[in-house]
């Protein structure tokens, strides 16, 4: 009997062993900072460290130079310390895939891709690539060239990356966060059998071309703005996209906007876009010694700042929404949260702390 009871106590400790690790949340980083400020972070913080970006050369993966080499190889010895990071390469970013759809409209072209990537993958000893194509099928940076034929495209541009990876390396797309990239840009049911993780980027959803401040990264829909990360995940979840392959997304900077009236604190008022402000310059630039007050909509579950005198907006996100995002991850049973950018954070008491003191609670 007694031999009985140590069996099914060890039974109940591995499933719980194994329960803990199932429910583990990524905190995937972004990063896109100098070589020296990367050793000021903890690489314990996060599961995943993105490199941003490489960009196509014919129709290869490539690199900037030396100084992005030596920062793919500095986050590959962030191992030592977190010998469970995943490190990705990129391609992309806002305004860097401008030959995307031509190059990725041939069976030729992505399979070289994907083969530069695996070679790529092979020298640094990294662990997979994450595609930010901004954005298959749909308008994205000024004159860049899109295509319905990009939709499937991007599909087979990503079932070639898994057969030239393998089912080991770590596959990662950034999805835009509003409800035209979700209608229109991929085909969900298609190509998630082939991803680990799809990227939500449920920020600038105000963006700055817009002439009419609101939130750019809420966390739930208002009466006056449909767009949020809710009404994202919600309708992806609808499709059958699974939630444990779903990550949020969350900001580390502001965005502002000038000429902006004294009517509800600046929120949903016409203005002007001015600047992308870093988390580690709120301080300085975005705080009530630089004539800001500070408001959190709990409608939207959002914060946001206006200066009086300066008639300027601020839509940020902060501990408290980053807190709530982190929560929503949780609750909805997500794979995680992602954000833009690390180097934007406090490398002690920032935002990424916030994160994993939530996900550990």
């Given at each position: 009997?007694?031999k009985n009871f140590?069996?099914?106590?060890?039974?109940?400790?591995?499933?719980?062993?194994?329960?803990?690790?199932?429910?583990?949340?990524?905190?995937?980083?972004?990063?896109?900072?100098?070589?020296?400020?990367?050793?000021?972070?903890?690489?314990?913080?996060?599961?995943?460290i993105?490199?941003?970006?490489?960009?196509?050369?014919?129709?290869?993966?490539?690199?900037?130079?030396?100084?992005?080499?030596?920062?793919?190889?500095?986050?590959?010895?962030?191992?030592?310390?977190?010998?469970?990071?995943?490190?990705?390469?990129?391609?992309g970013?806002?305004?860097?895939?401008?030959?995307?759809?031509?190059?990725?409209?041939?069976?030729?072209?992505?399979?070289?891709?994907?083969?530069?990537?695996?070679?790529?993958?092979?020298?640094f000893?990294?662990?997979?690539?994450?595609?930010d194509?901004?954005?298959p099928?749909?308008?994205?940076?000024?004159n860049?060239?899109?295509?319905p034929?990009?939709?499937?495209?991007?599909?087979?541009?990503?079932?070639?990356?898994?057969?030239?990876?393998?089912?080991?390396?770590?596959?990662?797309?950034?999805?835009?966060?509003?409800?035209?990239?979700?209608?229109?840009?991929?085909?969900?049911?298609?190509?998630?059998?082939?991803?680990?993780?799809?990227?939500l980027?449920?920020?600038?959803?105000?963006?700055?071309?817009?002439?009419?401040?609101?939130?750019?990264?809420?966390?739930?829909?208002?009466?006056?703005?449909?767009?949020?990360?809710?009404?994202?995940i919600?309708?992806?979840?609808?499709?059958?996209?699974?939630?444990?392959?779903?990550?949020?997304?969350?900001?580390?900077?502001?965005?502002?906007?000038?000429?902006?009236?004294d009517?509800?604190?600046?929120?949903?008022q016409?203005?002007?876009?001015?600047?992308?402000?870093g988390?580690?310059e709120?301080?300085?630039?975005?705080?009530?010694?630089?004539?800001?007050?500070?408001?959190?909509?709990?409608?939207?579950?959002?914060?946001?700042?206006?200066?009086?005198?300066?008639?300027?907006?601020?839509?940020?996100?902060?501990?408290?929404?980053?807190?709530?995002?982190?929560?929503?991850?949780?609750?909805?049973?997500l794979?995680g949260?992602?954000?833009?950018?690390?180097?934007?954070?406090?490398?002690?008491?920032?935002?990424?702390?916030?994160?994993?003191?939530t996900?550990?609670?």
């Amino acid at each position: 009997m007694k031999k009985n009871f140590f069996f099914i106590g060890l039974l109940i400790l591995l499933f719980l062993s194994l329960s803990s690790i199932a429910q583990k949340k990524a905190v995937i980083a972004y990063y896109a900072g100098s070589i020296e400020k990367l050793d000021s972070f903890d690489a314990r913080n996060f599961t995943h460290i993105i490199y941003c970006f490489g960009h196509l050369q014919g129709d290869q993966l490539k690199l900037r130079g030396a100084k992005d080499t030596a920062i793919i190889q500095k986050m590959v010895s962030m191992k030592y310390q977190n010998k469970d990071l995943k490190v990705l390469l990129s391609l992309g970013g806002w305004g860097g895939c401008e030959p995307c759809s031509d190059v990725f409209s041939t069976a030729e072209g992505r399979i070289n891709f994907a083969k530069s990537v695996k070679s790529l993958t092979d020298y640094f000893g990294a662990d997979g690539i994450d595609l930010d194509w901004e954005y298959p099928a749909i308008a994205g940076f000024p004159n860049h060239k899109f295509t319905p034929e990009d939709k499937p495209n991007f599909t087979e541009l990503v079932k070639a990356l898994r057969k030239e990876l393998g089912k080991k390396m770590t596959i990662t797309f950034a999805a835009g966060g509003f409800q035209k990239f979700a209608n229109d840009a991929v085909d969900w049911s298609d190509i998630m059998p082939y991803v680990n993780y799809v990227n939500l980027m449920t920020y600038d959803l105000v963006s700055g071309y817009a002439t009419t401040t609101g939130h750019h990264s809420a966390l739930f829909s208002t009466i006056k703005q449909k767009e949020s990360a809710d009404n994202c995940i919600q309708y992806l979840l609808s499709l059958g996209v699974p939630a444990k392959k779903l990550i949020i997304g969350a900001a580390f900077y502001a965005r502002t906007w000038e000429g902006v009236i004294d009517q509800n604190n600046g929120l949903y008022q016409k203005g002007k876009f001015k600047h992308f402000i870093g988390y580690n310059e709120f301080q300085n630039r975005i705080s009530e010694n630089t004539g800001y007050k500070f408001y959190w909509d709990n409608e939207a579950q959002a914060p946001y700042a206006y200066n009086a005198t300066e008639k300027s907006y601020a839509t940020f996100d902060d501990k408290q929404s980053i807190k709530a995002k982190s929560n929503y991850v949780i609750t909805h049973k997500l794979g995680g949260i992602m954000f833009w950018q690390l180097g934007h954070d406090y490398s002690k008491n920032g935002l990424v702390e916030t994160i994993n003191m939530t996900f550990k609670k």
